[in-house]
């Protein structure tokens, strides 16, 4: 059994889809922790609701940044997770703690990567004029949606679609997507080849 921590900082979908494949018994693992930024995040009660301890780095009650880092830092290392998931955790990870959980860090997107990395990825591919859409789950590097890919999902972009019917229909691939990249994960079958991630 794997042990997983997931970092939410708001509504938590993506973590309650976690939360089933695992419960559903589809994922050998075991949730052992949701550490979040935000003290109001809807994700604490999914936690709450599934027995799952939670740490709150309140990102406000720090004086900066790197103060902000060092108690994140903290956070993770005690819950001695082989994995962490970042599921909808909208702050980007300083340099140290992507160093020291290289490898064992997942995040979701929801944009085809590498178009659309950052902020509003459904806003800016109907900006653009995408046709096709969809999400993404990545390792997570130094940068900013760049790290090597998992799986990808696709949705089309309809003629009346808005940002909102849009993301809808992202986020239900992503509730696939998730949990499927952390099976792979915890079954010991992803093998990173530079960029490339192989499934074995
Ligand atoms: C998702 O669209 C995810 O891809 C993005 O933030 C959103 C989080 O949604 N990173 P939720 O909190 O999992 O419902």
Same mark, same amino acid.
């Given at each position: 059994?794997?042990r997983i921590? !997931?970092?939410?900082?708001?509504?938590?979908? #993506?973590?309650?889809a976690?939360?089933? %494949?695992?419960? *559903? +018994?589809s994922v050998?693992?075991v949730i !052992?922790?949701?550490i979040?930024?935000?003290? #109001?995040?809807?994700?604490?009660e999914? %936690?709450?609701n *599934? +027995?799952?301890?939670?740490?709150?780095?309140d990102?406000d009650r720090?004086?900066?940044?790197?103060?902000y880092e060092?108690?994140?830092l903290?956070?993770?290392?005690?819950?001695?997770?082989d994995?962490f998931?970042?599921?909808g955790?909208?702050?980007?990870?300083g340099?140290r703690i992507?160093?020291?959980?290289s490898g064992?860090m997942?995040?979701i997107?929801?944009a085809?990567?590498?178009?659309?990395?950052?902020?509003?990825a459904?806003r800016q591919?109907l900006e653009y004029?995408?046709?096709?859409s969809?999400?993404?789950?990545?390792?997570v590097?130094?940068?900013?949606d760049?790290?090597p890919?998992?799986?990808?999902?696709?949705?089309?972009?309809l003629?009346?679609?808005?940002?909102?019917t849009l993301a809808?229909?992202i986020?239900?691939?992503?509730?696939?997507?998730?949990?499927?990249?952390?099976r792979?994960f915890?079954e010991g079958?992803?093998v990173v080849e530079g960029r490339?991630v192989?499934?074995?």
């Open positions: 059994m794997k921590a !997931v970092l939410a900082s708001g509504r938590g979908s #993506n973590f309650q976690v939360i089933d %494949a695992v419960g *559903a +018994g050998p693992a !052992v922790r949701l979040t930024d935000n003290p #109001n995040a809807f994700a604490i999914r %936690a709450c *599934a +027995g799952i301890p939670v740490t709150v780095v990102f720090f004086p900066d940044r790197t103060a060092a108690a994140l903290e956070a993770m290392r005690e819950c001695g997770a994995l998931v970042l599921a955790y909208m702050r980007i990870l340099a992507v160093r020291e959980f064992r997942m995040n997107h929801p085809l990567l590498p178009a659309f990395a950052g902020l509003h459904q591919a004029g995408a046709k096709v969809g999400c993404t789950v990545h390792l590097d130094e940068g900013v760049t790290g890919i998992i799986l990808q999902r696709c949705v089309p972009v003629e009346d679609d808005d940002e909102e809808d229909r986020l239900v691939e992503e509730h696939k997507a998730l949990p499927e990249a952390v792979l915890c079958r992803l490339r192989r499934i074995r």
